[in-house]
C-alpha cells in the first residue's frame, strides 16, 4: 500500500535560519503530494500541494518540488520566523478518484528568537 | 464561508463508556472523512463517504466503532464501548467532487482514562 516517511520527529531552529523537512513517499500509483501545516490547538491547513514532476511550488514562504525520480517532495524555506512553529505534516493521494490521504507521522517545527 | 464544525470540542471517559461526534462538511462537499490522529502521529484515515454511501471503512475498528452519514451533509462518528487505546484527537474532512484538498474541522480532543 501507499507510504510516506518523514524522517525528522522534531526540527529546532533559530529564526532566521533555513530549514527543510524531509519527505519521501512509496506508491504504485501516479503520485500527488501534499503538506499540511497544524498550529496548537488548530485544524491542519494545506500548505502545498503538487503532481507535477520537476516544478516548484511555492506559498507562504515555504516551497517543495516533487521528484518523481526519488519519489521526495521535501518541504524549504529559506528563513523560518517564529510564527513558523508547527506541526507539518506530508500526505500522499491515491488517484482513486476520492482523494484519500495517506500521511506521515509529522514533523514538529520549533523556531526560538 | 464556514469552515468544516466538529463537536464536542473535548471528551473525556472512562473505559466501556460511549461517545459519539459530530461533523458539518463545508457545504456543497459532498466527500466526507473521518481521521484519528494519536498523539504525535499523523491523522490515520477510519472511514470515508461520498454523499450519504460510505466508500470505505476498511480501516474502521467496526467492533466499536460505527460512523452514518444519513442525508449525505452531517456525519457522527461513535465509539460503542471506548478503551485507552482510543485516546486521540478525531478530524472530520470534507472535500468536493473532483477537487484535490480537503478541508479540516479544529478535531475532537478524546481522553479515555
Known amino acids: 500500500g501507499d507510504s510516506v516517511t518523514q524522517t525528522e520527529g522534531l526540527v529546532t531552529l533559530t529564526k532566521g535560519l533555513p530549514v527543510m523537512l524531509n519527505c519521501t513517499y512509496q506508491?504504485?500509483?501516479?503520485?500527488?503530494l501534499f503538506w499540511y501545516v497544524q498550529h496548537l490547538n488548530e485544524a491542519p491547513k494545506l500548505l502545498l500541494k503538487s503532481s507535477t514532476d520537476n516544478k516548484r511550488t511555492e506559498h507562504q514562504g515555504f516551497y517543495a518540488t516533487l521528484h518523481k525520480s526519488s519519489s521526495s517532495f521535501h518541504l524549504q524555506k529559506s528563513s523560518v520566523q517564529l510564527s513558523d512553529s508547527a506541526l507539518y505534516f506530508c500526505?500522499?493521494?491515491?488517484?482513486?478518484?476520492?482523494?484519500?490521504?495517506?500521511f506521515g507521522k509529522g514533523t514538529v517545527l520549533l523556531v526560538s528568537p | 464561508e464556514a469552515g468544516v464544525t466538529q463537536s464536542p470540542r473535548y471528551a473525556v471517559l472512562q473505559e466501556g463508556q460511549a461517545v459519539s461526534f459530530w461533523c458539518d462538511p463545508i457545504s456543497g462537499h459532498d466527500t466526507l472523512y473521518w481521521y484519528q490522529q494519536p498523539r504525535d502521529q499523523g491523522p490515520q484515515l477510519l472511514v470515508y463517504?461520498?454523499?450519504?454511501?460510505?466508500?470505505?471503512n476498511s480501516q474502521l475498528p467496526s467492533d466499536r466503532f460505527s460512523a452514518v452519514r444519513p442525508k449525505g451533509t452531517n456525519s457522527t462518528l461513535k465509539i460503542q464501548s471506548a478503551k485507552q487505546g482510543d485516546t486521540a484527537t478525531y478530524l472530520c474532512?470534507?472535500?468536493?467532487?473532483?477537487?484535490?484538498?480537503?478541508?479540516f474541522g479544529p478535531g475532537t480532543r478524546l481522553l479515555v482514562l
Open positions: 500526505a500522499l493521494s491515491d488517484d482513486s478518484g476520492y482523494n484519500k490521504l495517506t
Open positions: 474532512a470534507s472535500s468536493p467532487q473532483g477537487w484535490d484538498t480537503q478541508y
Open positions: 506508491t504504485t500509483y501516479s503520485p500527488f
Open positions: 463517504f461520498r454523499d450519504e454511501a460510505v466508500i470505505d
